[in-house]
């Protein structure tokens, strides 16, 4: 009985802790880290009352009665530019000129857009032809965020906005959880690095330059390693030197039934394999243990099959050492837009794009599903799950897909003229 992939994900994720090493970033260079706390409003945002549109600052009682057939004449006190507050009391039946984000005076209630008035008397005066309720165009101290109140948690993905939330309450150095170093290990005679020339028989080690930006993407530390050729003491080298630097290692290539997959008993001499072989295609001979007691992650050589098992593997393990409870991934039923006809006897990930076509999306599977096929990732955004022992399946069929994205869907050309 093979483990089964929610089975394998539970016994790696128990195994394995969050770091809670934080590091303290500045803004500049705090994007795609996680909060490592929760941030709390030193002040109260917005600081001072202040006005969304430029206008005038009026009492809204003495404008009640304004129409276009009657309208109020308030007579200008002075204007009040954006970072320049004015102490004077507004006095009745005047009015502030003011421009937005200028502060409003305590005096004054209402803020009336330049648009709903027209000048008097030389520019001394306005008349405004349509009444503003209290509050108008105001914007009130502390309604964005209330001083004392935890307005972002631990654990938030420091975006755009959340990081103009932080600058905006004057953090300047943001506490963010340290990224696991994640070694990349690659094993196989046939390897050569991508400016080696290929003699006969040897391939570019792709994985490591795959997987390296796949835990970039994940949010850990890449640091490559050298490869290692298929010799046990060579493998048992490399991850001694991993496991004694990094946090975590991610192993691609023999781990499956050949006679030159060293990887499992190199584990096992140093640590100790807590599994091996999942109910999944692409990628059934992950495997998972520890080496010095440093987690390893074994994945599959062929590039498919590493990228595969990263994600449904190396990714939620990345993410639970950097505390990210919230790792799933949507899983959404969509149905075919093309007939899908291979049965496999495992759970299948199958490389598919998104389309959309009026207004709904549809999965469209590519058509070379082989585990060393690289070009069929191209576009894609979902992995469509087909559990084993099903199909055929037809175009409009419903299957359940691991969103993995929405960067490649394109605007539905239907409705493009
Ligand atoms: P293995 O898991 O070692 O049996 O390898 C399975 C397949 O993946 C073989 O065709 C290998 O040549 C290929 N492979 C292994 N490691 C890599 C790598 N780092 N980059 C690209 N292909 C690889
Ligand atoms: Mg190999």
């Not at 307005?151 to 309450?169: D, F, N």
């Not at 599994?275 to 007691?293: D, M, Q, S, Y």
């Amino acid at each position: 009985m093979l483990l089964s992939v929610e089975d394998a994900q539970t016994a790696i994720l128990k195994a394995l802790m969050p770091s809670g090493k934080v590091l303290h970033q500045p803004l500049t260079e705090a994007y795609g880290y996680l909060l490592a706390e929760d941030i709390t409003a030193r002040d109260d945002i917005p600081p001072f009352t202040n006005t969304s549109m430029d206008g005038f600052a009026v009492r809204a009682a003495d404008v009640a009665t304004a129409s276009r057939e009657h309208p109020v004449v308030l007579t200008i006190q002075g204007t009040i530019r954006a970072g320049h507050p004015v102490h004077d009391a507004l006095k009745p039946g005047h009015c502030f000129k003011i421009m937005t984000g200028a502060p409003v005076p305590g005096t004054a209630d209402a803020v009336v857009p330049i648009e709903w008035t027209d000048p008097v008397g030389g520019g001394t005066q306005v008349a405004v032809r349509q009444p503003a309720s209290p509050g108008l165009y105001l914007r009130q101290r502390g309604e964005d965020m209330a001083r004392g109140t935890r307005v972002l948690q631990k654990g938030t993905p420091l975006t755009a906005p959340v990081i103009g939330m932080l600058a905006t309450l004057g953090v300047s150095r943001v506490p963010v959880v340290a990224p696991p170093k994640v070694a990349i290990l690659s094993t196989g005679d046939e390897l050569r690095e991508p400016d080696e020339p290929l003699t006969p028989g040897t391939i570019r080690n792709s994985n490591a330059y795959a997987l390296y930006a796949a835990v970039r993407e994940a949010g850990g530390e890449p640091v490559l390693f050298p490869k290692a050729a298929d010799d046990p003491e060579a493998i048992r080298q490399r991850f001694v030197d991993a496991a004694t630097s990094c946090d975590l290692l991610v192993s691609s290539g023999g781990v499956s039934v050949g006679d030159f997959d060293y990887v499992k008993s190199v584990i096992e001499s140093l640590g100790q394999l807590t599994l091996w072989r999942v109910n999944v295609k692409p990628g059934k001979p992950l495997t998972f243990g520890h080496v010095l007691n440093t987690p390893v992650m074994g994945l599959p050589g062929n590039p498919v099959s590493a990228l595969v098992t990263f994600e449904l593997f190396v990714r939620p393990a990345i993410r639970t050492i950097l505390g990210d409870l919230n790792w799933p991934r949507p899983v959404v039923r969509l149905p075919l837009a093309r007939d899908f006809t291979l049965v496999e006897d495992r759970r299948h990930y199958v490389r598919s794009r998104l389309l959309v076509s009026d207004g709904t999306l549809y999965l469209w599977p590519h058509d070379n599903q082989g585990s060393a096929v690289q070009t069929s990732w191209q576009d894609v955004d979902a992995l469509m799950i087909v559990p084993e022992h099903t199909g055929p399946y037809h175009v409009g069929d419903r299957l359940d897909a691991l969103l993995l994205s929405l960067q490649h869907v394109r605007p539905d050309a239907s409705h493009i003229s």
